[in-house]
C-alpha cells in the first residue's frame, strides 16, 4: 500500500508510477509539480516533471489547500478519468500484456471498476468486449510470429498467451479463415511471389 509520509519525500515506487503513468495508482496518491502549479493522478499523459519539482499528496484536497491548480487533462478532481482515456489505458495494457492471464476480473482490479462496467463501457467504446479485444490482439501478434519466425505451431500459441495448442489453433482459424498452418504457408508463398515479382 503506498503511504504519503511527508509530501516532499517521493518512494521509488510513486516516481515509477508517475514516469509509466500506472493507472493502478490512481486515487492512492496525487502528484503536484511545482513549477506549473497543477496536481494530477499518476496517470497523467502530461509530460514526465522534474523529480525535483514533484511534491506528493494522499489526495486532492490536500494538493488543492496548497494553492495547486486540477490538471484539465487527466481531471484528478472529477473523481473519474474521462471514459475515453480510461477505455484507452485498457487497450493499452490488453497489447502490451496480452502474453499474461487477462482475465475480466483481473482487468477491473487493476482499472479500479466493477467487472460489468469495464465490460459495458470497454463494449460501447471499442466494439468488443474485453476477453474479444485480447483474443483479437494475439492472433494479431500469432500472425505476425508466424509470418517472421520458425516458431512452430504450439510455440506461437505459447508466446501469445494461450497455451493448449489445439485452442490456439481453433481460435486463430475462427478469426483469421484458415489454419495457423496454412496461414504460414500462404503468407510463405505471397511474400516469395512478391520478392521474384520486385
Not at 508510477?17 to 497543477?38: E, N, P, R
Not at 467504446?125 to 500472425?143: D, H, Q
Request: aromatic share 8%; hydrophobic share 35%.
Amino acid at each position: 500500500m503506498v503511504k504519503v509520509m511527508d509530501n516532499d519525500i517521493i518512494s521509488d515506487e510513486m516516481w515509477r508510477a508517475i514516469v509509466l503513468c500506472d493507472a493502478s495508482y490512481d486515487g492512492k496518491f496525487y502528484y503536484a509539480v511545482k513549477t506549473t502549479g497543477i496536481y494530477c493522478r499518476p496517470s497523467c499523459k502530461s509530460r514526465v516533471p522534474s523529480r525535483a519539482n514533484v511534491k506528493v499528496f494522499a489526495n486532492g484536497e490536500q494538493a488543492a489547500a496548497e494553492q495547486f491548480r486540477p490538471c484539465k487533462r487527466c481531471k484528478p478532481d472529477g473523481g473519474r478519468m474521462p471514459t475515453e482515456e480510461w477505455v484507452a489505458l485498457i487497450a493499452d495494457e490488453i497489447e502490451k500484456k496480452y502474453a499474461e492471464p487477462l482475465t475480466l476480473t483481473s482487468l477491473s482490479d487493476r482499472f479500479h471498476a466493477s467487472p460489468f462496467h469495464l465490460q459495458r463501457m470497454f463494449k460501447k467504446l471499442k466494439g468488443v468486449s474485453p476477453a474479444e479485444y485480447v483474443t483479437i490482439v494475439r492472433i494479431e501478434k500469432a500472425k505476425e510470429l508466424l509470418a517472421g519466425t520458425n516458431l512452430s505451431v504450439s510455440e506461437v500459441g505459447l508466446a501469445v498467451g494461450i497455451g493448449n495448442a489445439a485452442h490456439f489453433s481453433t481460435q486463430f482459424a475462427s478469426h483469421a479463415g484458415m489454419t495457423p498452418s496454412h496461414f504460414r504457408k500462404t503468407k510463405r508463398n505471397t511474400d516469395e511471389r512478391a520478392n521474384k515479382g520486385g
